[in-house]
């Protein structure tokens, strides 16, 4: 069963510089520890305590994980999976809408 998995820049270290790798599994549980395999230290980056990380966001098909299953959300061949972290902070909106300081 090959799924592509989209990797976010920051964990391209583990990949060797890859955007993108395949993998395989029945669920995204077993697609992690599979890339795992390949690309040690991966998993532990996406997933803390059998559970994703707070702050990392993964799509099943441009849909939502913890909309589905989360971790033990089940997997198709072909599917594709994308890993995006979170992105938050910022100086606040008067910084960029010129506001008074």
């Known amino acids: 069963m090959a799924i592509e998995v989209r990797i976010p820049t920051i964990l391209r270290t583990y990949t060797g510089g890859a955007k993108a790798v395949e993998g395989s599994g029945s669920t995204l549980d077993e697609l992690l520890a599979d890339l795992d395999t390949r690309h040690a230290g991966i998993r532990e980056r996406i997933v803390d305590g059998g559970e994703l ?3 990392v966001n993964v799509y099943l098909n441009d849909e939502d994980v913890r909309f589905l ?3 033990t959300t089940k997997l198709t061949d ?3 999976v ?4 979170a992105v938050a902070g910022g100086s606040g ?3 960029h809408l010129g506001g008074a300081r």
């Open 93 to 95: 909106p008067s910084a």
């Open 53 to 55: 990380r707070r702050f």
């Open 69 to 71: 299953d989360g971790i």
């Open 82 to 85: 994308t890993i995006l972290p």
């Open 78 to 80: 072909g599917d594709s």
